[in-house]
């Protein structure tokens, strides 16, 4: 039976093509290849954010807890235990899996502001935790020394301490995720997730352990943000408490609505890229850009909440209204 | 005994934190009663209120020098009133602008709401680091009220004192404007039956922007009273929307006095913490939210609540 969804979508072959070319032209336009590189970390961290959000319709407004435990165990486990790519990042993954699951537990049956609140409460208390616990966490300072470790695949070897080495890497790493996610959503589970979203009392009542899905969304979801939090840690060659913070956790939302989230699968993407992009085209100008997003973000939610993507959606829906209209007027025409 | 008198003076502290906190999930409860969301704002414009009221008495900049020059000379106290009768109001008309921004999510899935609020106060916090940046200020109080005084033998804190007593003034006169006047009959029949009272002609757009304006120059008053005991930073928002939350979870969604009682529950659990584990003091209050939304989510008076979507 063919895989609902298929495997690869039009849109996902553009989008691996802009981003695989990336590195080529990203001088071009005046930005970084760093840039892309946080990019590509951030949109990973949001797609996993999108799937509790856009496709559960769970507001987590704590998920930077996870990107930083991510980064977190990354770190320790190079520095104390084992400094190997792959033990490493899948340490990162299993810890936000670990504490996702945790925390899933307590919050499972909850949604709307009582599971908004509860991801507040534990997103600050595991940030608490990382400032105070200083003699694991460094603290304030952040977990520093954090090297790129070289990517083994048996057959050969590659150095990630460039930056366009690092860029492939998180690269191959957005389309496996991208491959993945896209999977789950349209698998049998993802539909139930939807289902969820629209209603779950429904979803209930048609026999689905509600409870259960919601828990596996959210742990799968902090999982998929903890990887992120381990590129993060490669990339910024640390581990830092501010990750963790309120507000990032709060730009992780802003930028999965902004960009049509709650409509698209490519919307958390699209908000990313608008962000980062906004941030060093305005930030060099003005220090209120960051102001200007969260309006933004206001104004996306009161008056287009499906966001870019939506406005994207609306203008190839009403593209081929016109085509159809054409036609129809051409065979009226010759008839 | 010896440990009980120790804990006195933290035992006080807490006693005048409930009361604030009890005064913020009054105002919050308000909110909740006549509007169909939860106001994640809350706790920023808190926030707020005590810059406001920081700017209000010590002016940085902007307005002519003579002016403040002969402002800041004025004796303190004079100053003080001014902040304390300003900065809610100020604060108020924030509010109802954020309440004329929520009126295009009603009727829709609540989620819109509770995000559009919480962009809210992410963005009333950003701006509040912009313009006051993101250092720890300070509120400079009449020396009447602040220091210390012996009673027995422990000291205790003169302007905790005076919040606790100005907080239970505050409650006292909500509590008669809400019982006593022709104004709280309505704010309490809105929260009962919005579409009722519509029906019976009231302009309910109007009284729930008012509403929202009372509830949060309510919670501004909080975060002036609050300020010198808890400092102000940007962040101080979160810290004062948590504690909130739970109070009006564990009273009991519409409950008056069970939101005081609540409150001074509370304030007793992070003041106690506060004198054994002082990191530990904020980090309660999660800890506090998290046991309470798990084991009692319908309060101590049990009834199922407008919260549970």
């Known amino acids: ?335 | 005994m010896d440990l009980l008198l120790h804990l006195l003076p933290h035992l006080v502290n807490g006693l005048a934190l409930g009361l604030l906190f009890a005064l913020v999930a009054l105002g919050f409860m308000l909110i909740i009663g006549v509007m169909e969301v939860l106001n994640l704002a809350h706790g920023s414009l808190f926030a707020l209120g005590a810059y406001v009221a920081v700017a209000l008495m010590t002016p940085d900049g902007g307005l002519p020098f003579e002016f403040m020059r002969a402002y800041c000379a004025l004796p303190i106290v004079p100053r003080y009133v001014a902040a304390l009768v300003l900065a809610p109001l100020i604060v108020a008309a924030v509010g109802m602008i954020l309440e004329l921004c929520l009126r295009r999510t009603y009727g829709r899935d609540p989620l819109y709401g509770l995000l559009l609020t919480f962009g809210a106060a992410l963005v009333i916090e950003e701006l509040i680091r912009l313009v006051w940046g993101p250092g720890e200020r300070q509120l400079p109080v009449p020396r009447g009220i602040s220091g210390g005084f012996l009673l027995g033998d422990l000291i205790y804190s003169t302007y905790r004192f005076y919040a606790s007593a100005f907080a239970i003034g505050m409650i006292g006169v909500l509590w008669l404007f809400l019982e006593k006047t022709p104004y709280g009959a309505l704010i309490k029949a809105g929260a009962h039956d919005s579409e009722m009272v519509r029906a019976l002609g009231v302009n309910l757009p109007r009284l729930r922007l008012l509403v929202f304006a009372f509830g949060t120059a309510l919670a501004a008053v909080a975060g002036v009273t609050m300020a010198p005991i808890w400092g102000i930073r940007p962040h101080v928002g979160v810290d004062a929307v948590v504690p909130a939350f739970v109070v009006i979870v564990l009273g009991g969604v519409g409950s008056f006095w069970g939101a005081v009682i609540a409150g001074l529950l509370v304030g007793m659990v992070v003041g106690l913490t506060g004198a054994y584990a002082t990191d530990w003091s904020l980090v309660s209050m999660y800890l506090l939210l998290i046991g309470v939304v798990t084991f009692r989510a319908r309060g101590l008076l049990g009834k199922k609540s407008v919260l549970e979507v």
């Open chain 1, 1 to 335: 039976m063919r895989a609902l969804g298929g495997w690869v979508t039009p849109q996902m072959l553009v989008a691996f093509a802009v981003f695989g070319s990336l590195p080529f032209w990203i001088r071009e336009v005046g930005l970084h290849p760093y840039l892309g590189i946080e990019i590509l970390v951030w949109c990973v961290c949001a797609l996993g954010f999108n799937l509790l959000l856009g496709y559960t319709g769970l507001p987590s407004f704590g998920h930077g807890a996870y990107f930083g435990i991510g980064a977190y165990a990354f770190g320790l486990v190079q520095l104390n235990l084992f400094p190997n790519l792959w033990v490493c990042l899948l340490a990162a993954t299993t810890a936000g899996a670990a504490f996702g699951g945790l925390v899933g537990v307590f919050i499972a049956h909850r949604r709307g502001i009582y599971f908004a609140l509860m991801t507040i409460a534990f997103g600050q208390l595991f940030f608490f935790i990382a400032s105070k616990w200083t003699s694991v966490t460094r603290g304030e300072d952040g977990l520093l020394d954090i090297k790129r470790l070289p990517a083994d695949f048996g057959l050969a070897r590659f150095s990630l301490t460039r930056n366009d080495a690092l860029y492939w890497f998180c690269l191959a790493s957005f389309v496996v995720v991208t491959l993945l996610l896209w999977r789950v959503i349209h698998s049998p589970f993802g539909k139930v997730l939807r289902a969820v979203k629209q209603n779950e009392e429904r979803t209930a009542f048609l026999g689905y352990n509600v409870k259960l899905y919601k828990w596996t969304s959210f742990t799968l979801s902090c999982a998929i943000t903890a990887y992120a939090g381990g590129l993060l840690a490669m990339l910024q060659g640390g581990a830092f408490v501010q990750t963790m913070s309120l507000q990032w956790s709060g730009i992780v939302v802003l930028m999965a609505i902004v960009g049509g989230g709650f409509v698209s699968f490519w919307g958390p993407v699209v908000g990313v890229v608008v962000y980062f992009v906004a941030r060093d085209l305005l930030g060099a100008f003005t220090e209120t850009w960051q102001l200007w997003f969260g309006l933004l973000f206001m104004a996306s939610v009161m008056f287009k909440p499906e966001g870019i993507a939506g406005l994207f959606q609306d203008l190839v829906r009403w593209l081929r209204a016109q085509r159809g209209a054409f036609l129809r007027a051409r065979a009226v025409g010759a008839g």
